[in-house]
């Protein structure tokens, strides 16, 4: 087997998805005794495809995914390997939260403040971006639309160029991708203010395709953890303190946020 790898979903710039794909270098070296064994080889990619497609391939030995998609369309598709632990703010034991941002010129302090304005979110298989704002808004809503008009970018820095280009005023960031354009994009977040965070949940996980055999899985954890743990440089720029093997039912409670908001008649985004 010709297995792929790819790590997405934190290429905020091109500096960062450099280091996704060093990390994934390292991971490979370490993997190479597990595939030789097998005659088996590891190509380390793009995906040139929507990324439900390629989660959903035989082949994938690595990736990352969001809580959301782990939970519907991968729901006893895919495997779940580990999930990372960021030293971020909120990321404590390989959770994570989004942080709320506002336009600046917006003028609003808080959540319930920006009624009737725009939103934006990156997808509507978005733990960050939909899930967890559509939480956010539902004890405000009252069953009704919260928001004047809601539009989707594809994407969390689209959402924040959306804002400052005054097509949006409200939008939830995923609080590791926004502690990534702090650092490495201050223009996108200098042009926004913090007005809360939401509610926690599991970090977006790394996972593998249901072909990769137990024997895979624990080469695999270890081959990351090790690499983690040999390149303190590289795990620092990656804002990496560890992984954390969290049990799949840890991800329910993205299921849990998400039947909160429709008990309190908000089941979309609006």
């Not at 939401?198 to 977006?204: A, D, K, N, Q, R």
């Amino acid at each position: 087997m010709n297995w792929l790898a790819a790590l997405p979903m934190y290429n905020v710039t091109p500096t960062l998805a450099a280091d996704w794909r060093v990390l994934l270098e390292h991971v490979h070296s370490r993997l190479q005794p597990w595939l030789d064994a097998r005659g088996d080889s590891l190509e380390l990619v793009h995906p040139a495809t929507s990324l439900t497609e390629f989660w959903l391939r035989d082949d994938v030995l690595l990736a990352q995914t969001c809580g959301y998609p782990l939970m519907h369309a991968l729901n006893d598709r895919v495997q779940l390997v580990t999930t990372p632990i960021f030293s971020i703010d909120g990321c404590a034991n390989g959770d994570y939260r989004s942080v709320l941002v506002a336009r600046k010129a917006a003028g609003v302090t808080s959540l319930e403040s920006s009624r009737g304005l725009r939103a934006a979110y990156n997808s509507n298989d978005s733990n960050s971006g939909m899930n967890l704002l559509r939480h956010a808004v539902a004890p405000l809503a009252g069953g009704r639309a919260f928001f004047a008009s809601v539009i989707e970018t594809g994407g969390h820095l689209a959402s924040l160029k959306a804002l400052l280009d005054d097509r949006a005023d409200i939008a939830a960031i995923d609080c590791v991708t926004f502690a990534f354009v702090r650092e490495h994009l201050p223009a996108l977040a200098d042009g926004v203010i913090e007005i809360g965070v939401t509610v926690s949940s599991p970090g977006l996980p790394l996972i593998a395709s249901k072909k990769v055999p137990p024997d895979g899985i624990e080469a695999l954890r270890a081959a990351l953890s090790n690499a983690v743990a040999q390149d303190p440089q590289l795990a620092a720029r990656l804002k990496l303190a560890g992984f954390i093997e969290r049990p799949l039912a840890d991800y329910s409670s993205i299921i849990d946020i998400e039947t909160d908001a429709e008990k309190r008649g908000y089941p979309r985004l609006a």
